[in-house]
């Protein structure tokens, strides 16, 4: 059996059936599919300017600029009172890299259509790629003023935002996105990155790992997710190896009984932030970085660094605790020791970032 | 010369070597007369002067099979080659104008047997003279006379020259698992996936069979299956498996279908999908590629907006189909497939819709077994080793598995036109494929590996994860 049965009469050469198909496997992720339809639909109706238009979406969505600037190209000489394919074309050179004509590409966008916010998002991307985010920042507030309950025109804002550095702004905007799309992978990614920026290595972790759950197959969270990781372990192997440098420095200069509140104290405090801090990353992300360990030499290597650090600091202190039986010039070598292990595992987890 | 009208042939061959046609022509008749080792040799002269000339290439194909098929051609010389001298051409003799006679579709060879413990050597009809495309030094006929030549001393002869077919014993009795058209077939059909069978039998058949049994544990026989896991793994397959277990007849829907009635008006189509489906009960509607289908979110355009009336369309079938008290169910099975479970709309994963799944992992060692044995099975080969490849192809699917196959018989027809000398397929032509080809499932594993890592928190990937666990993936 098969399904000719529920068949009906599609005119497999309709464009505006070719169309409709592309622009849904184009949102299905099968642009390459997309492609192939509207190419056999071209080949019958290349005065379509339509069909050419989509073409350039389902090549920029293929990652094939060149090619769908050509496709937009096609699209403005046939339609040139048309914004859309301006618009394309702006897209397809953000995609070369070719920052200038974007913009330029862009702005006659605006121009042939005012009142379009999604002329407007564009342009204000356009911008903000070519480092001007001061003047994308009232673009994008008009495209929000024009379409306020659309998620992109607030991703725009916030990648401006994000451009000037202005956290709270850009929270706010893909917090915003987030509240009209719910599964907006890009905008969890993207208001996890803020997090970052902020400061936040655990908030952003654990944003990162919604992004990638929320999206599994946009891999950049996961990158992400991995290189927060590496701010969290480096952070604490530098303040292991600030307080094996304090040890080092008290130790040298014999501070008497106060040594060991001076250095225990904080030590433990760090041993124990640092535990409380892991505990509050979800499952998730604890079984991401027990993988990312299991999975990679170099990471193997950092961690052995980290623990024969610590294990230097805990000896060096131990020593010291232990009083007049432990030769000074012992504590001193492990607190030295410590501190060099520390900072160098530290730096290297730092690396890459 | 036995034959005039070969030899005149022939000679108008070599009076005209660049005649394509006429030199497929001779190839034709070559082959009706069986001479298939001639026949392939003009096909791979004018394969070098024509490359990839249709018509020569199907010749070969037909000049191999019957290398393949029938007894090697008797140890004499073939009709005489063109070009040489003893053979010339009549000058004034015009080439046959004819064109070259089509060749007749390929017949299914039957499928690989075993070969035998006591003689390992190759087929009957696998001759090196056949391979090798020389001619014997004696003329005669070219088809063997029984009695006027020693087989079993010839095949002792060629033994330490061509290896034989297949590698192994038992690499003969491995059982095809693909590209099965009939809804007959049984998951007994299915190579390895062992796991998978299990609980295909524990989650959906089983409760199938015994109904009543299933009732007094309290387990309801609404719901449909929904396999997923890489793509061309073999979910359509097991899809037909499941239906052939149960009697049922198989009817597939897929991406292509509704996209080809996209503009019409789909809701009806999706109702007439189940209508056709309940009247032909006992049926199992498979619906292939459900993501497309049941999208869980709109992402980019306004595509998915027109497509909301089929799945809520669908979301009312289903429900319909599995409501007992309605009467509707009426013998129909659903069983879905997709590569992207978590793009599925999870108001179609809800109790009595998809609500069971299995994963339809990479095929392990004996399935790649008989998937190799089923794409080489009807290929000249030479010591290939099948359970050597499989053990280096794990994560490949069964598809990988199949553009293996294709590129080294590639590999060793480019060798073959290039050399002029027909030869069989053998470990150095997988080898280079092998080193040209790599999984398709690696970037579904990476996807795979963030679901289970980050999107599972409610167990419906434990499966997935234990998997990728036991690959050391996560």
Not at chain 2, 217 to 230: D, F, Q
Request: contains cysteine; glycine residues 8%.
């Amino acid at each position: 059996m098969t399904g000719s049965a529920a068949r009906s009469a599609a005119a497999p050469g309709d464009p505006g059936a070719a169309f409709q198909r592309a622009e849904l496997l184009v949102e299905l992720r099968r642009p390459g599919e997309a492609v192939a339809v509207l190419r056999s639909a071209l080949a019958g109706h290349p005065g379509r300017a339509d069909l050419w238009g989509q073409l350039a979406m389902a090549l920029l969505a293929a990652d094939r600029p060149g090619e769908a600037y050509q496709a937009a190209a096609t699209r403005i000489r046939l339609a040139p009172e048309d914004e859309w394919g301006y618009r394309l074309a702006s897209l397809a050179h953000s995609g070369l890299h070719r920052r200038e004509q974007a913009v330029q590409l862009a702005i006659e966008a605006v121009r042939l259509a005012p009142q379009e916010w999604r002329a407007h998002a564009r342009l204000a991307n356009a911008l903000c790629d070519d480092n001007r985010p001061d003047e994308a920042w009232p673009v994008a507030q008009h495209a929000v003023m024009l379409a306020p309950t659309e998620p992109e025109t607030h991703m725009a804002v916030g990648a401006v935002a994000i451009e000037l550095r202005r956290w709270p702004l850009a929270d706010t905007a893909y917090r915003q996105v987030l509240s009209l799309d719910p599964s907006n992978g890009a905008a969890r990614n993207n208001l996890a990155l803020v997090a970052l920026h902020r400061g936040g290595v655990t908030g952003a972790a654990a944003g990162f790992a919604a992004a990638v759950a929320t999206d599994p197959q946009v891999d950049v969270a996961r990158r992400n997710l991995e290189v927060t990781l590496r701010v969290f372990a480096g952070r604490v192997l530098y303040c292991q190896g600030l307080l094996a440098a304090l040890l080092s420095v008290l130790l040298s200069n014999r501070f008497g009984q106060f040594l060991d509140i001076a250095v225990v104290a904080p030590t433990v405090a760090l041993g124990v932030l640092v535990r409380l801090r892991w505990a509050a990353l979800p499952d998730a992300v604890r079984g991401y970085a027990r993988s990312l360990v299991r999975g990679s030499r170099r990471y193997q290597a950092q961690v052995a660094l980290g623990a024969a650090s610590f294990a230097a600091l805990v000896s060096a202190v131990g020593l010291a605790a232990g009083g007049v039986l432990a030769p000074a010039q012992a504590v001193d070598s492990s607190a030295l020791i410590g501190t060099v292990l520390a900072l160098l595992a530290g730096s290297r987890a730092f690396r890459r970032h | 010369m036995t034959d005039p009208l070969v030899s005149s042939l022939l000679a108008a061959v070599a009076a005209s070597p660049d005649d394509i046609p006429l030199r497929l022509h001779v190839a034709g008749v070559l082959l009706d007369r069986g001479w298939p080792a001639q026949a392939a040799e003009l096909c791979s002269t004018a394969l070098q002067r024509d490359v990839g000339n249709a018509e020569a290439l199907a010749l070969l194909a037909r000049a191999t099979q019957a290398l393949t098929a029938a007894p090697a051609p008797a140890p004499t010389p073939p009709p005489a080659q063109p070009g040489q001298p003893a053979q010339r051409a009549q000058p004034d003799g015009p080439a046959p104008p004819g064109p070259a006679q089509p060749a007749p579709p390929v017949q299914p060879a039957p499928p690989a047997q075993p070969a035998p413990p006591a003689q390992p050597a190759p087929p009957a009809g696998v001759g090196p003279p056949a391979w090798a495309g020389q001619p014997a030094p004696s003329d005669g006929p070219p088809a063997g006379r029984p009695g006027e030549f020693d087989w079993s001393a010839a095949e002792e002869q060629v033994r330490d020259i061509i290896p034989p077919p297949l590698v192994g014993a038992g690499a003969g009795e491995a059982r095809p698992v693909d590209e099965v058209q009939s809804a007959t077939i049984r998951l007994a059909d299915v190579g390895g996936l062992a796991a998978v069978k299990q609980r295909l039998e524990i989650a959906f058949l089983g409760p199938m069979r015994n109904p009543d049994l299933a009732r007094l544990y309290g387990k309801s026989l609404a719901g449909g299956l929904l396999l997923y896991g890489p793509p061309g793994c073999g979910k359509t397959f097991v899809a037909r498996a499941v239906a052939g277990e149960l009697g049922a007849r198989f009817y597939a829907v897929s991406l292509a279908d509704i996209l080809d009635h996209y503009l019409g008006d789909t809701e009806k189509n999706v109702k007439a999908i189940f209508d056709t489906a309940r009247r032909n009960a006992p049926c199992v509607l498979f619906l292939d590629e459900v993501d497309a289908l049941g999208h869980r979110r709109s992402r980019i355009g306004g595509g998915w907006t027109g497509m909301r009336g089929a799945v809520n369309q669908l979301l009312h079938e289903m429900d319909s189909v599995a409501n007992p008290a309605a009467g509707a169910r009426a013998g129909v099975f659903v069983l879905a497939a997709t590569n992207h479970p978590w793009d599925v709309d999870p108001a179609l994963r809800r109790p009595g819709r998809l609500d069971r799944t299995i994963l339809v992992l990479p095929p392990d060692q004996p399935a790649r077994e008989a998937i190799l044995h089923y794409h080489l099975r009807h290929r000249p080969l030479a010591g290939i080793d099948i359970p050597a490849i499989a053990r280096r192809t794990a994560d490949f699917s069964g598809a990988d598995l199949a553009h293996l196959c294709d590129s080294a018989a590639e590999i060793a027809l480019e060798a073959s036109v290039r050399t002029g000398q027909v030869r069989p397929i053998d470990m150095s032509d997988v080898d280079s494929a092998l080193r040209q080809l790599a999984p398709s499932t690696g970037p579904w594993l990476q996807t795979a590996r963030n679901v289970a890592m980050f999107a599972n928190s409610g167990g419906e990937y434990d499966d997935l994860l234990a998997y990728l666990k036991s690959k050391k993936l996560v």
